[in-house]
C-alpha cells in the first residue's frame, strides 16, 4: 500500500479496527439477558438497535449518554425506563463487555511499527475518552506518547469534519500529512477524505478492491 511520502502522523480508529468489539458487545448482550431472565441469542437484534442509536448519536441528533438510554430503553422494551435506572441496567451489559476486550493481533505490532517509524499515532475514537483510554491500556495496546482523541470530548463525533480538525490540533500536524485508518467507510474513510487526509479501509472481513483485510498489510516507514 503506496502512503504520501510526507506521512508525519496516523491516526487509528479503536472498536473494530484496533479491539474486537463485536467479540465483547456479544459476551456483554448474552451476560445481560441471563441476569435479566430474558431469551439468548439475541445478539441480531442487539446489534441493529446499537448500530441505530448510534448513528443518531453521530448525527448530532442525541449525546452519547442519550444513545445508551435509548439503546436500553428500546433493548428491553420499557420506554418507560428513567435515564438514571437505564443507566444503571446498561451497567450490566457494560460490566461484561469490558471484561471481554481483547486487541486484534494485528494492533499491536501495526502501533509499534508506526512509532517506531517516527510517526505521530493517535487514536481517533467516537467512544467516550475513559472507557477508550482503559479499552487501550487493558488490551496492551497504549504506547506513551500516544494521543488519544475521542470525540465525545472533541465535542462533534465522526464523520462531522470537526472530529478529524480536533484530532488534527492535538496531534500538531496538518491533513495533508496524516492517514487515517478503520473499518468505518463513512467514519474513517469518506469523513477523513473530506478534511484532506489519506485514507485507508480496512475490511477484515470480505475483500473489497479498495480496503486491506489486516493492519499488517501497512508497512511504515
Ligand atoms: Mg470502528
Known amino acids: 500500500m503506496q ?19 463485536d467479540h465483547a458487545a456479544r459476551a456483554g448482550v448474552d451476560a445481560w439477558c441471563r441476569t435479566l431472565g430474558m431469551p ?14 448510534f448513528t443518531r448519536f453521530e448525527n448530532g441528533e442525541i449525546s452519547h449518554m442519550g444513545q ?3 439503546r436500553c430503553r428500546e433493548f428491553l422494551g420499557r420506554p418507560e425506563l428513567g435515564e438514571a435506572e437505564a443507566l ?3 451497567e450490566f451489559y457494560l460490566a461484561v463487555y469490558r471484561e471481554n476486550w481483547r486487541a486484534f493481533p494485528d494492533a499491536r505490532p501495526s502501533l509499534d511499527s508506526a512509532l517506531a517509524a517516527g510517526l505521530k499515532v493517535g487514536i481517533l475514537t467516537n467512544g467516550a ?15 506513551e506518547g500516544m494521543v488519544m482523541c475521542a470525540t465525545v470530548e472533541i465535542g462533534a463525533p465522526k464523520p462531522q469534519p470537526e472530529a478529524y480538525l480536533g484530532a488534527l ?22 469523513g477523513a477524505q473530506k478534511v484532506g487526509m489519506t485514507a485507508i479501509h480496512l475490511a477484515r472481513e470480505g475483500n473489497a478492491a479498495d480496503s486491506i483485510g489486516s493492519l499488517d498489510e501497512i508497512v511504515w516507514g
Do not use: C, F
Not at 487509528?12 to 479491539?19: A, C, E, H, K, S
Open 40 to 53: 439468548d441469542g439475541q445478539w441480531d437484534r442487539w446489534s441493529d438497535i446499537e448500530r441505530r442509536w
Open 68 to 70: 445508551r438510554v435509548g
Open 169 to 190: 490540533e492535538r496531534l500538531g500536524v496538518t491533513a495533508e500529512e496524516t492517514v487515517m485508518i478503520g473499518d468505518s467507510w463513512v467514519n474513517d474513510v469518506a
Open 88 to 90: 444503571d441496567l446498561y
Open 129 to 143: 475518552q475513559v472507557m477508550q483510554q482503559a479499552k487501550m491500556e487493558s488490551t496492551g495496546l497504549w504506547r
Open 3 to 21: 502512503l504520501p511520502a510526507a506521512t508525519a502522523a496516523v491516526l487509528y480508529d479503536l472498536d473494530g479496527t484496533l479491539v474486537d468489539h
